[in-house]
T-cell receptor, first 114, second 115 residues
């Protein structure tokens, strides 16, 4: 069975600092991994996804994530945080290779201070 | 174009009442998904439709929950005899098809409060 663990329910950074949001997965088959962002009172928006094409995945808004099979990790990073990055971030793994449903982590709230 | 829309945006109901939540997917999207977001459980998958059929209902938390989709478009999630633990935000998503290369587009959700 697939599962996702997000380390740290809340991360605080200063504007301009590195953003690192951690995600570890468990999967009995090669995983498909996703990062979504949720701004207050809005739906989820896809940031990026890993589907085995390349281990370093670039997404929107300057975010990227690296798939590390040996560490079963898919951490999300951004070199320089912006105030507008403050939101909740969810890591997810697909239930099966058909991608019919997503198993989400519990989310990490990112706060950015000036 | 229009995104996924859900109605109502907020619903307050008394324990024991039935509620219906509606999802309008993006036009042309054949796949539709329901998720539940609650404080204690995070984001949980409930059910998905490919066209009008729901191959996987295993995520529905109890037999009080049901969902249907008609005409390959609008979907309704029904909760009978609501309980306080049903309080959550119910999210709907749609995609052009099933498969990881199809992005799921999420609606803003319906916030359900059971008093």
């Amino acid at each position: 069975a697939q599962s996702v663990t997000q380390l740290g329910s809340h991360v605080s950074v200063s504007e301009g600092a590195l953003v690192l949001l951690r995600c570890n997965y468990s999967s009995s088959v090669p995983p498909y991994l996703f990062w979504y962002v949720q701004y207050p009172n809005q739906g989820l928006q896809l940031l990026l996804k890993y589907t085995s094409a390349a281990t370093l995945v670039k997404g929107i808004n300057g975010f990227e994530a690296e798939f590390k099979k040996s560490e079963t990790s898919f951490h999300l990073t951004k070199p320089s945080a912006h105030m507008s990055d403050a939101a909740e971030y969810f890591c997810a793994v697909s239930v099966d290779q058909a991608g019919t449903a997503l198993i989400f982590g519990k989310g990490t709230t990112l706060s950015v201070s000036s | 174009g229009a995104g996924v829309s859900q109605s109502p945006s907020n619903k307050v109901t008394e324990k024991g009442k039935d509620v219906e939540l509606r999802c309008d997917p993006i036009s042309g999207h054949t796949a539709l998904y329901w998720y539940r977001q609650s404080l204690g459980q995070g984001l949980e998958f409930l059910i998905y439709f490919q066209g009008n059929s729901a191959p996987d209902k295993s995520g529905l938390p109890s037999d009080r929950f049901s969902a249907e989709r008609t005409g390959g478009s609008v979907s309704t999630l029904t909760i009978q005899r609501t309980q306080q633990e049903d309080s959550a935000v119910y999210l709907c998503a749609s995609s052009l098809g099933t498969g990881t290369h199809y992005e799921q587009y999420f609606g803003p959700g319906t916030r359900l409060t059971v008093t």
